[in-house]
């Protein structure tokens, strides 16, 4: 198989020897689908445009007995198994070269029910699809910010997003799925049904099964919300961030998310003549809820230093949920990112995020990554760690560099920009958010869970996967 710079398996043409699925296609109501036949190529496509798998077989599911049949299949066939949900994954995972394709796409319902203020989500659900159900009613839940993200990919690793402040991480507000194992049983997990199951789920990846169905727990947070960012300089933007930290990071509530960003605007007539094209940091936080409530904070961003532009945009919540859909729309770019959780944020942090790791970037933007810092604490910290998988809530900000392109001849510059930018912050860093691991390995995984957890996963994972059929994930090997 031809493998490219990230290790990931790349344009290997039609699939020979094709598995006899007649059986398979009498046990399930969905789809089965081989190389060449319609519905094939759709159901492969992947969000980073660097990966081109091709599965032996897709298994369009539409029930949980549909994937325990897929599961069944491939091990009596020898056929690893990936599952697909939004496919938002830079090696591209979710789709397995020569294996079996679990696509939930056919499992998308949203049942929500404004009384008890829980909603079940089928697992092949996009976020989206959660928020405009929910927010039919004033209500949400935690979700990532852009809205074609898997609802079960994004929650099993955890789920940062504009709420998990207030109300904590996706996986905080699960208070029961609906698993099939490697074994093929469908079990329901809660606090009192599998409990060290449900620890895991919360947090541990696709490690442990297929999740068919999330019940999570709604919050009552209206339908508004607000931007405020202000842009600078890169010769400003040091003295700027150190006050942006001490006013709008330190300072906060529970309703704010800060936000800060690095990286060069496009040359868009969209966008303010001073920033276009140029390198520049851009500071300020998100607010969900009513946005009167947000102004002291809002002038807390005042005197940060000599501003490039500012902007204070209120909008819909739903309308803060798609906003970066575009930048990230599958198939549409190359992409490569790089992570860290950072517990404090030094002066000598703030400049080796501003840097890159570079210190001529600023003279051209193609070597710099785009990088940001999103702030945690809150409900995420006042959490126990001890109560799920999930780890580091003692972070103060998260870091990625996320670089994104569209020539196959810049992979090797762009990749290298954004791993040079987590070397700069590495010093600085404790640990990682396992949604952003994409080609570190085991170290990466053992840089998200500490010992402890990562002992006990393991021990779970013998439990519920000791053969680790679910291994095209941050895989917690259960030999370790």
């Given at each position: 198989?031809?493998?490219?710079?990230?290790?990931?398996?790349?344009?290997?043409?039609d699939i020979t020897g094709k598995?006899?699925?007649?059986?398979?296609?009498?046990?399930?109501?969905?789809?089965?689908?081989?190389?060449?036949?319609?519905?094939?190529?759709?159901?492969?496509?992947?969000?980073?445009?660097?990966?081109?798998?091709?599965?032996?077989?897709?298994?369009?599911?539409?029930?949980?007995?549909?994937?325990?049949?897929?599961?069944?299949?491939?091990?009596?066939?020898?056929?690893?198994?990936?599952?697909?949900?939004?496919?938002?994954?830079?090696?591209?995972?979710?789709?397995?070269?020569?294996?079996?394709?679990?696509?939930?796409?056919?499992?998308?319902?949203?049942?929500?029910?404004?009384?008890?203020?829980?909603?079940?989500?089928?697992?092949?659900?996009?976020?989206?699809?959660?928020?405009?159900?929910?927010?039919?009613y004033g209500l949400a839940t935690?979700?990532?910010?852009?809205?074609?993200?898997?609802?079960?990919?994004?929650?099993?690793?955890?789920?940062?997003?504009?709420?998990?402040?207030?109300?904590?991480?996706?996986?905080?507000?699960?208070?029961?799925?609906?698993?099939?194992?490697?074994?093929?049983?469908?079990?329901?997990?809660?606090?009192?049904?599998?409990?060290?199951?449900?620890?895991?789920?919360?947090?541990?990846?696709?490690?442990?099964?297929?999740?068919?169905?999330?019940?999570?727990?709604?919050?009552?947070?209206?339908?508004?919300?607000?931007?405020?960012?202000?842009?600078?300089?890169?010769?400003?933007?040091?003295?700027?961030?150190?006050?942006?930290?001490?006013?709008?990071?330190?300072?906060?509530?529970?309703?704010?998310?800060?936000?800060?960003?690095?990286?060069?605007?496009?040359?868009?007539?969209?966008?303010?003549?001073?920033?276009?094209?140029?390198?520049?940091?851009?500071?300020?936080?998100?607010?969900?809820?009513?946005?009167?409530?947000?102004?002291?904070?809002?002038?807390?961003?005042?005197?940060?230093?000599?501003?490039?532009?500012?902007?204070?945009?209120?909008?819909?919540?739903?309308?803060?949920?798609?906003?970066?859909?575009?930048?990230?729309?599958?198939?549409?770019?190359?992409?490569?990112?790089?992570?860290?959780?950072?517990?404090?944020?030094?002066?000598?942090?703030?400049?080796?995020?501003?840097?890159?790791?570079?210190?001529?970037?600023?003279?051209?933007?193609?070597?710099?990554?785009?990088?940001?810092?999103?702030?945690?604490?809150?409900?995420?910290?006042?959490?126990?760690?001890?109560?799920?998988?999930?780890?580091?809530?003692?972070?103060?900000?998260?870091?990625?560099?996320?670089?994104?392109?569209?020539?196959?001849?810049?992979?090797?510059?762009?990749?290298?920009?954004?791993?040079?930018?987590?070397?700069?912050?590495?010093?600085?860093?404790?640990?990682?958010?396992?949604?952003?691991?994409?080609?570190?390995?085991?170290?990466?995984?053992?840089?998200?869970?500490?010992?402890?957890?990562?002992?006990?996963?393991?021990?779970?994972?013998?439990?519920?996967?000791?053969?680790?059929?679910?291994?095209?994930?941050?895989?917690?090997?259960?030999?370790?």
């Amino acid at each position: 198989m031809a493998v490219n710079d990230l290790g990931i398996g790349i344009d290997m043409g039609d699939i020979t020897g094709k598995p006899d699925v007649s059986r398979l296609r009498s046990s399930v109501r969905g789809q089965v689908t081989l190389p060449g036949e319609d519905g094939y190529e759709p159901a492969r496509a992947l969000w980073n445009a660097m990966v081109d798998h091709h599965p032996a077989v897709v298994v369009r599911c539409t029930s949980s007995t549909d994937v325990a049949a897929a599961i069944g299949f491939a091990r009596e066939n020898d056929l690893e198994i990936g599952v697909r949900c939004g496919g938002h994954s830079v090696l591209g995972i979710s789709v397995p070269e020569g294996g079996l394709l679990i696509d939930l796409s056919g499992l998308r319902a949203v049942r929500v029910d404004p009384d008890t203020r829980h909603a079940l989500v089928q697992g092949g659900a996009l976020l989206g699809d959660l928020d405009l159900a929910a927010q039919q009613y004033g209500l949400a839940t935690t979700a990532g910010n852009v809205s074609h993200t898997g609802v079960g990919g994004l929650t099993l690793g955890g789920g940062m997003g504009w709420l998990a402040r207030r109300y904590g991480l996706a996986c905080d507000n699960v208070a029961s799925y609906e698993v099939v194992t490697a074994a093929g049983e469908i079990l329901r997990v809660s606090e009192s049904e599998h409990e060290d199951l449900f620890w895991a789920l919360r947090g541990g990846g696709g490690n442990f099964g297929v999740v068919t169905e999330f019940e999570f727990r709604l919050h009552a947070t209206g339908t508004t919300a607000l931007l405020v960012d202000h842009t600078f300089d890169l010769s400003s933007a040091p003295d700027a961030m150190r006050r942006w930290r001490d006013r709008i990071l330190f300072a906060a509530p529970a309703q704010a998310t800060p936000t800060a960003w690095i990286g060069t605007m496009p040359d868009s007539p969209e966008l303010p003549a001073p920033v276009r094209n140029r390198t520049v940091a851009n500071l300020g936080f998100v607010w969900v809820g009513p946005v009167d409530e947000a102004q002291p904070l809002v002038r807390r961003m005042t005197d940060l230093g000599p501003v490039l532009a500012e902007r204070v945009e209120e909008l819909s919540y739903v309308r803060l949920q798609t906003i970066d859909d575009e930048w990230h729309r599958p198939g549409a770019r190359r992409r490569y990112y790089k992570g860290h959780y950072l517990p404090e944020l030094t002066d000598e942090a703030i400049d080796a995020f501003l840097s890159g790791g570079d210190p001529d970037a600023g003279a051209d933007g193609r070597r710099l990554s785009n990088a940001s810092f999103q702030g945690y604490g809150g409900a995420i910290a006042a959490t126990s760690d001890e109560e799920s998988a999930f780890s580091h809530r003692n972070t103060l900000v998260e870091f990625v560099a996320a670089t994104a392109w569209d020539d196959p001849a810049e992979d090797e510059q762009r990749m290298a920009a954004a791993r040079r930018h987590g070397v700069a912050l590495e010093p600085y860093a404790s640990g990682v958010y396992v949604n952003v691991l994409a080609d570190e390995g085991e170290a990466g995984v053992r840089r998200a869970y500490p010992p402890a957890k990562l002992a006990r996963l393991v021990q779970l994972k013998r439990r519920y996967d000791p053969d680790n059929l679910f291994h095209l994930n941050a895989n917690i090997r259960p030999d370790q």
